[in-house]
């Protein structure tokens, strides 16, 4: 049998439908699987064993307008895909496997997409499942017959091969990272919208009281579109962080953020991906639920204010951005510091 299978766009999501795409894995272990997403996320599942082939979309790219699209489903029609399951919700999902003449396609009914899928499958009702989005996915397989049952896990873990992280240590060690010395990894910024992010003049107040106290090496990880914020918290730090933003691609996270100690950042795609690496997060929430989007990981710390307002999962806020000023730097730092105790005892 060969599967293709439709992933999700952001990198969280990515990170939380794993556990749905190793039972896929895991009861079709001698089917041919595909996973068409994002350039992004595809580097993201390389080394995973989840599937036979990644299969890179890139709509800003190579397959832009409505040529492109067209072009990857006549690619994707010549393979011959017996069934394709859309982990992604949107309508372009549905309308790419239908394109692509895959006999069967199954996805939940959503978007307006349900008369392109030969299984829509009914959308959870709220309360009807865990609030946690890596059981949307989960529950998607079961209401289609591919799992018996929604299994919890505690930890989504990312293999990263031991090569990667020797260049990953020997980039950060080049970058000026000292041997020895305590990493901070900071992600200041979320592609979702600006809601989510803490200030960034907090972001230095923590690294300064944390490199004063500990020695640590922090160094600052984001896009390119997110170099402002990373200038804004140099600018305030004592000493200069290590400042890797826009430097690095989304594919090299992983094995850098494996080399590292802590994590303290925003609800987003980094966060995710240092949980899944191993790395004791201090998470700041702000217009977004952790219920539904917390790290999969023990080694968490949520730091929250709920004003009256929170959740809104709004991009941007239009008022006073009040779920993110109410947080202070003694609070996350309180939330940091024990996990680099802990991280100094290890290397004791």
Same mark, same amino acid.
């Given at each position: 049998?060969?599967?293709?299978?439709?992933?999700?766009?952001?990198?969280?999501?990515?990170?939380?439908?794993?556990?749905?795409?190793?039972?896929?894995?895991?009861?079709?272990?001698?089917?041919?699987?595909?996973?068409?997403?994002?350039?992004?996320?595809?580097?993201?599942?390389?080394?995973?064993?989840?599937?036979?082939?990644?299969?890179?979309?890139?709509?800003?790219?190579?397959?832009?307008?409505?040529?492109?699209?067209?072009?990857?489903?006549?690619?994707?029609?010549?393979?011959?895909?017996?069934?394709?399951?859309?982990?992604?919700?949107?309508?372009?999902?549905?309308?790419?496997?239908?394109?692509?003449?895959?006999?069967?396609?199954?996805?939940?009914?959503?978007?307006?997409?349900?008369?392109?899928?030969?299984?829509?499958?009914?959308?959870?009702?709220?309360?009807?499942?865990?609030?946690?989005?890596?059981?949307?996915?989960?529950?998607?397989?079961?209401?289609?017959?591919?799992?018996?049952?929604?299994?919890?896990?505690?930890?989504?873990?990312?293999?990263?091969?031991?090569?990667?992280?020797?260049?990953?240590?020997?980039?950060?060690?080049?970058?000026?990272?000292?041997?020895?010395?305590?990493?901070? #990894? %900071?992600? $200041?910024?979320?592609?979702?919208?600006? *809601?989510?992010? =803490?200030?960034? +003049?907090?972001?230095?107040?923590? &690294?300064?009281?944390?490199?004063?106290?500990?020695?640590?090496?922090?160094?600052?990880?984001?896009?390119?579109?997110?170099?402002?914020?990373?200038?804004?918290?140099?600018?305030?730090?004592?000493?200069?962080?290590?400042?890797?933003?826009?430097?690095?691609?989304?594919?090299?996270?992983?094995?850098?953020?494996?080399?590292?100690?802590?994590?303290?950042?925003?609800?987003?795609?980094?966060?995710?991906?240092?949980?899944?690496?191993?790395?004791?997060?201090?998470?700041?929430?702000?217009?977004?639920?952790?219920?539904?989007?917390?790290?999969?990981?023990?080694?968490?710390?949520?730091?929250?204010?709920?004003?009256?307002?929170?959740?809104?999962?709004?991009?941007?806020?239009?008022?006073?951005?009040?779920?993110?000023? #109410? %947080?202070? $730097?003694?609070?996350?730092?309180?939330? *940091?510091?024990? =996990?680099?105790? +802990?991280?100094?005892?290890?290397? &004791?």
């Amino acid at each position: 049998m060969k599967i293709l299978i439709r992933a999700t766009n952001w990198v969280g999501d990515a990170i939380m439908a794993l556990p749905a795409l190793r039972a896929v894995r895991k009861r079709f272990a001698d089917a041919q699987i595909a996973i068409v997403a994002r350039p992004y996320v595809a580097d993201i599942y390389r080394d995973q064993e989840i599937c036979n082939q990644l299969i890179p979309y890139d709509p800003a790219g190579s397959h832009t307008g409505f040529s492109g699209r067209e072009r990857l489903a006549t690619e994707l029609r010549a393979q011959k895909f017996d069934v394709a399951l859309l982990l992604q919700n949107a309508f372009d999902a549905a309308w790419l496997a239908w394109r692509a003449s895959i006999p069967e396609r199954i996805g939940y009914g959503r978007d307006g997409r349900s008369f392109l899928l030969t299984k829509a499958v009914p959308l959870p009702r709220q309360g009807e499942i865990p609030a946690h989005e890596k059981f949307y996915y989960l529950e998607l397989l079961r209401r289609a017959g591919w799992l018996d049952s929604l299994q919890d896990e505690s930890f989504i873990g990312l293999h990263v091969p031991k090569e990667k992280r020797r260049s990953a240590e020997e980039f950060l060690r080049k970058s000026g990272v000292r041997q020895g010395a305590l990493r901070i #990894a %900071i992600g $200041a910024g979320a592609s979702y919208g600006s *809601a989510k992010c =803490w200030p960034p +003049s907090r972001f230095a107040d923590v &690294a300064n009281r944390l490199q004063s106290e500990m020695d640590a090496d922090v160094i600052l990880f984001g896009t390119a579109a997110e170099a402002a914020v990373s200038t804004a918290i140099s600018a305030e730090m004592s000493r200069p962080p290590i400042d890797l933003t826009g430097k690095t691609a989304i594919a090299d996270l992983p094995g850098l953020l494996s080399q590292c100690h802590l994590f303290i950042g925003n609800d987003s795609g980094a966060m995710h991906v240092a949980a899944a690496v191993g790395l004791p997060i201090a998470a700041v929430f702000g217009p977004t639920d952790p219920f539904g989007t917390a790290p999969v990981t023990p080694r968490c710390s949520i730091v929250q204010q709920k004003p009256y307002c929170s959740p809104c999962f709004l991009r941007r806020c239009p008022t006073d951005h009040r779920c993110m000023s #109410a %947080i202070t $730097a003694d609070m996350v730092e309180a939330a *940091a510091s024990p =996990w680099l105790s +802990s991280a100094q005892v290890q290397r &004791a």
